[in-house]
């Protein structure tokens, strides 16, 4: 079975950057599309940004355009989230999902068929 291990969270000021990655062991990372979630407090699990199986399509909510790059190396199995220019509105608990059978990259809560436990990022002064 697949599973993913989020790493990379913490503390950081308005403004500021964290690099967040997701390890994946117990299968191929390559057969499955990633995608980065977050559940802030008091809100439902939205999608952020998703990355297709060999890393040359890319979605990403409007909220973090411009801010936010997913990017993806399945030599070491792992997907990365590169977070700049943070805001507090950024502040929620990040998950690295993962799917093995869909066509279309969506970044939906749907679609993910294998969850990480989640990663907090805090972006207070």
């Known amino acids: 079975q697949l599973q993913l291990v989020e790493t990379g969270g913490g503390l950081v000021q308005p403004g500021g950057s964290l690099t967040l990655a997701c390890a994946a062991s117990g299968s191929a990372l390559d057969t499955y599309v990633i995608g980065w979630f977050r559940q802030a407090p008091g809100k439902e699990r939205e999608g952020v940004s998703c990355?297709?199986?060999?890393?040359?399509?890319?979605y990403s909510v409007d909220s973090v355009k411009g801010r936010f790059t997913v990017s993806r190396d399945n030599a070491k199995n792992t997907v990365y989230l590169q977070m700049n220019s943070l805001k507090p509105e950024d502040t929620a608990v990040y998950y690295c999902a993962a799917d093995r059978h869909v066509a279309n990259v969506r970044c939906v809560v749907e679609d993910m068929h294998y969850w990480g436990k989640g990663t907090l990022v805090t972006v207070s002064s």
């Open positions: 990355i297709t199986r060999a890393g040359g399509g890319t």
